[in-house]
């Protein structure tokens, strides 16, 4: 990667992480452990969830890859990054990244995410790799690490909509 897409890509990392924090902002506890219905999420379901993914997806890019002959076609990064964000299409988190109460509190969750990001956007910033000639396998199937990266920015804005909708729910507490 060269300077200006490291640049970018860390700049997209920061503002999907910004859109997850604005998205949970003034959130109480009671709201954070408010489920709309019980086999439902709640909003420290979601963020718990999200810093679990962030923590796998990060290993894949990092540690669980295969090198590849031959760059990855470019042209899959962009429909990778707009299905990361389609709340309309509905995905089934696997058991690993599933919400179990891992942090006990929405603040130690979103602390954990924070860390998982920040560690994310280090390793971008400093990455001499081309993350395009290296695969790796994601619930979605084997993807570039280029590909894997573009989920992992768009994943949290797909979950900030869905603390958005959560917030929206009849019995939200105020």
């Given at each position: 990667m060269d300077a200006a897409e490291r640049t970018s890509l860390v700049d997209r990392l920061r503002a999907s992480r910004d859109t997850l924090l604005e998205a949970v902002a003034g959130v109480s506890d009671a709201q954070a452990k408010f489920r709309a219905a019980p086999d439902k999420w709640s909003i420290q379901?979601?963020?718990?969830?999200?810093?679990?993914?962030?923590?796998?997806?990060?290993?894949?890019?990092?540690?669980?890859?295969?090198?590849l002959d031959a760059p990855a076609d470019r042209t899959r990064e962009q429909t990778f990054a707009q299905r990361g964000l389609n709340r309309g299409e509905k995905l089934s988190a696997p058991e690993r990244v599933r919400p179990k109460g891992?942090?006990?509190?929405?603040?130690?969750?979103?602390?954990?995410?924070?860390?998982?990001?920040?560690?994310?956007?280090?390793?971008?910033?400093?990455?001499?790799?081309?993350?395009?000639?290296r695969s790796t396998e994601h619930l979605l199937g084997k993807l570039s690490c280029h590909e894997c990266l573009m989920i992992l920015i768009s994943h949290p804005i797909r979950h900030a909509g869905q603390i958005r909708e959560i917030k929206q729910s009849l019995g939200y507490p105020s």
């Open positions: 379901d979601v963020v718990e969830h999200v810093a679990v993914a962030e923590h796998g997806m990060y290993r894949l890019i990092t540690a669980h890859y295969e090198p891992r942090y006990g509190s929405l603040s130690s969750a979103l602390k954990q995410f924070q860390e998982n990001r920040e560690r994310t956007m280090r390793y971008i910033a400093d990455c001499q790799d081309d993350l395009r000639m």
